[in-house]
């Protein structure tokens, strides 16, 4: 340090006179401080193993290293906000507390092997608490799959009534689609698992270190391969952009079946008071503005993929400052999927199936067309000849306007005598129950299915 204080380390003494924040980062990197402490503390504890510096000096760099955590973790931090980042915080708060050995910590390392490995482990640690979030969504979609499993509901296609399926069935697809998500952060995070500490600023480094022993220490899996691809590479963060979108999607499609069913139009579901807000000008209203936001939100996650991609996209290798743009979109789709993915269970755990509007929103329609074509399949007919025959059927329908259940016998024979007197037991219950088929939705295999469901939360390998 020199004599007023200040290191000389030129780094610092560029900083230290900026009067522009154009290049601070600390408002949103500081949340990386356990992760660069850790990676310093297996990195000094390297420097003493390999003898680069003395087992006394790496004590003592950790002795300090874990003062500061415990400073920041207690709010007692004094962050300086001319200090552009969170690694020149705590460098600069390390050489307050032991004095110019902390300099050594920097030996065999550089910033921009430091901030891969940090971004590194902030990854892994978020897919994790990820993949914990959507296992819990899943159990409340199991949940209600097994309160509905004699629901019956219209299943859709063009936003049309389509064929009756369970509900459970419905809520189950989404299951499936949660289940890829959570696949899908689990690669992210093996992708993420990959050590680039000892690459140095872009070329390797000329000391003896040990960067297996760091790895370990760290609990990466494996250690990168090129130091010019390491300290650039920012694939893993734009698969778990990727991963965070497609999720998004999936959250926003669930959100916006919401927001469906819960208007008066559908009137299949109502949402907890908590998870609705009235209208400052209508009393009436219950507006489903958590599910709003839910499918809202998503435009923000895509958003950060894009700008990412973008920022990416024109760089030579190595490392460029344009890198610092990598972080704060980042964090920004890691906090919005978290507050979703704690939001969400509840407001599905709130929601009430109105049973009688389902019940007559699966009747009221032509959902059976489908049904009585099969029939006639069934009869000898082939599929074209039938779907014709119904075609003009339900045209009849809508003209008289009648549904399957008020048609007579002879109404039928008046579109082909192949009809017979079992076409009147045909009924959205026997349509759910003839679907056997392997992830159907007859009652026994959704209720295979949820079983499996279970046992494939359980135990992941299954999948």
């Known amino acids: 340090m020199s004599a007023d204080g ?19 980062s600390l408002h949103y990197d500081r949340r990386l401080y356990s992760q660069d402490i850790a990676g310093s503390l297996a990195h000094v504890s390297m420097l003493g193993k390999q003898e680069i510096i003395s087992l006394q000096e790496a004590s003592k760099i950790q002795s300090g290293l ?57 990854v892994k640690e978020s897919c994790e608490g990820i993949e914990e979030r959507l296992e819990v969504l899943q159990e409340t979609l199991l949940e209600l799959a097994e309160t509905h499993l004699e629901t019956i509901i219209p299943g859709y296609t063009h936003l049309q009534r389509a064929q009756p399926v369970l509900l459970s069935h419905h809520f189950l697809a989404y299951f499936e689609m949660f289940q890829r998500d959570k696949v ?15 690459s140095g600023a872009l070329a390797g480094l000329p000391y003896p270190i040990d960067r297996t022993y760091v790895a370990a220490k760290l609990d990466f899996s494996s250690i990168s391969e090129n130091s010019m691809d390491a300290v650039s590479d920012r694939d893993f963060l734009l698969e778990f952009h990727s991963a965070t979108a497609t999720c998004a999607v999936h959250i926003s499609r669930l959100a916006e079946d919401l927001i469906l069913w819960s208007t008066e139009e559908f009137g299949f579901i109502r949402l907890g008071e908590e998870f ?29 993929l894009l700008s990412l991609l973008t920022v990416l996209k024109g760089l030579p290798l190595t490392y460029n400052r344009d890198l610092q743009e990598d972080k704060e ?8 999927i978290v507050a979703i993915l704690d939001m969400l ?33 069934g009869k000898g007919l082939t599929f074209r ?40 037991a045909i009924t959205a219950q026997t349509s759910i129950e003839d679907r056997q088929t392997y992830g159907g939705t007859a009652t026994s295999m959704v209720s295979d299915a949820i079983a499996r469901a ?4 359980k135990n992941p390998k299954l999948d």
């Open 6 to 24: 200040q290191s000389n380390n030129p780094e610092f003494r560029k900083l230290d006179n900026q009067n522009t924040d154009f290049t601070r």
């Open 66 to 122: 874990e003062s500061i955590l415990k400073e920041i973790e207690d709010a007692t931090f004094p962050w300086r906000n001319e200090l552009e980042d969170i690694h020149m915080n705590i460098e600069r708060r390390l050489f307050d507390k032991i004095g110019t050995l902390a300099g050594k910590l920097h030996t065999a390392r550089s910033r921009n092997d430091q901030v891969a490995l940090d971004l590194r482990m902030y």
């Open 184 to 198: 899908r952060y689990m690669r992210v995070r093996d992708s993420a698992d990959v050590m680039p500490l000892g």
């Open 276 to 304: 609705t807000t009235g209208s400052s000008i209508m009393p009436q209203k219950r507006n489903p503005d958590f599910a709003e936001l839910a499918r809202g939100k998503t435009g923000r996650i895509f958003g950060n």
């Open 329 to 336: 979109g980042f964090f920004d789709s890691d906090d919005t």
């Open 345 to 377: 269970p509840g407001m599905l755990t709130s929601l009430q199936v109105n049973v009688e509007n389902t019940r007559l929103a699966t009747e009221e329609g032509l959902l059976l067309a489908t049904d009585v074509a099969d029939y006639l399949v």
């Open 385 to 424: 000849e039938s779907h014709a025959i119904v075609s003009k059927l339900t045209d009849y329908l809508i003209l008289k306007q009648k549904i399957f259940s008020d048609l007579t016998l002879n109404e039928y024979k008046q579109f082909s005598e192949v009809f017979d007197e079992d076409v009147l």
């Open 454 to 457: 279970h046992q494939r939360l």
